[in-house]
């Protein structure tokens, strides 16, 4: 009789790590562990009940982390710098000893903060003797790649900061170790107010974007993808660094399919770096400005010179769905407002 192996994904009531849960929740060989600082959410809940062994653990907390990784043959990390930088913007504490002192640059603080929270996971993971692999999402270093020219994309360099960190300071984790890269999260256009499309007066519905029209991205629905490129990561021999994505387009591209699969007239209103057709908190501004500017002239990966690899090259390919199939499994007709 086989024993079952054992992964622990961090992040588990999130987009990615939900989706890992998903997918390895389904292979009866696997046992799936899920960390959560709220384990009485209705998600935690929820995914208690099919079976997931719920822990809470605290990213700022390394022996929480050390005791949620017990056993594990595999661990899953992931980081939230959007829900750091949310919670301490909201916190009225200003007493709190650990929120960024007045006069500093709040995306820094968030930055040094995740960086902080990974090597955390990365420190507890490599003590973890059972432990067969490691994977971990990641972002392109933009501030090396760019060689000092945008240094403002902090949700970037805070992971790739991680990652170096453990190439450098914990070798034998990271030779069972492999990095997930996922690409432009197709959920921006339903909820997010930089990329969801609306209805013009003329009737069509419009795409607003600082992207390059013709530059070519990856695209993925990382709440259903996540979980297929982690297990191919598993699956796969170690020191891979994959990009995860459903398709490779352009922006003209995706909203040409866009029209194709709904039947709705469209039309692109391109920006100039900088300038939004929402209100983007000033503390942003440089953040995202510098963002698109790096998408448009290096590429989301980082291009190829930051040594990623596309899915089709891994030893066990992901199996994911289309753009369309993603397209045509949303209400757009609720979203849009009709």
Not at 126 to 134: M, N, Q
Request: proline content about 6%.
């Amino acid at each position: 009789m086989t024993t079952s192996k054992l992964i622990v994904v961090v992040g588990a009531t999130g987009g990615q790590g939900g989706s890992v849960l998903e997918t390895f929740l389904k292979d009866p060989a696997w046992l799936v562990r899920g960390i959560t600082r709220n384990p009485s959410s209705p998600r935690a809940k929820t995914l208690q009940s099919r079976g997931v062994d719920i822990i809470r653990a605290d990213l700022n907390d390394p022996l929480s982390l050390a005791k949620a990784f017990q056993d594990a043959s595999v661990i899953f990390a992931i980081s939230d710098f959007w829900g750091i930088y949310s919670e301490s913007n909201e916190s009225n504490e200003s007493d709190d000893p650990d929120k960024p002192k007045p006069g500093s640059l709040f995306n820094e603080w968030v930055k040094e903060k995740e960086t902080q929270q990974l090597k955390n996971i990365i420190n507890e993971a490599a003590k973890i003797t059972s432990l067969e692999r490691f994977v971990i999402s990641s972002l392109p270093n933009v501030t090396k790649l760019t060689g000092g020219k945008y240094t403002n994309v902090c949700h970037f360099d805070s992971k790739a900061n991680a990652v170096e960190y453990g190439e450098q300071h914990q070798p034998d984790l990271w030779s069972k170790a492999s990095v997930f890269l996922p690409g432009y999260f197709l959920n921006n256009f339903l909820d997010h107010p930089m990329s969801k499309p609306t209805k013009g007066d003329n009737g069509r519905i419009q795409f607003s974007t600082n992207l390059d029209l013709d530059t070519k991205l990856p695209f993925i629905a990382h709440d259903q993808d996540s979980g297929p490129f982690v297990k191919s990561l598993v699956q796969s021999s170690p020191n891979k660094s994959v990009i995860g994505y459903r398709a490779w387009l352009t922006f003209r591209q995706l909203v040409e399919i866009f029209s194709n699969v709904t039947g709705h007239e469209t039309e692109i209103l391109k920006f100039p770096l900088g300038q939004f057709t929402w209100d983007c908190e000033p503390d942003l501004r440089d953040e995202l400005r510098e963002t698109f500017a790096f998408i448009n002239e290096v590429g989301l990966h980082g291009g190829d010179e930051a040594g990623y690899i596309h899915p089709f090259a891994l030893e066990t390919p992901p199996d994911v769905q289309s753009i369309e199939d993603w397209i045509s499994s949303q209400n757009w007709e609720k979203l849009l407002g009709h």
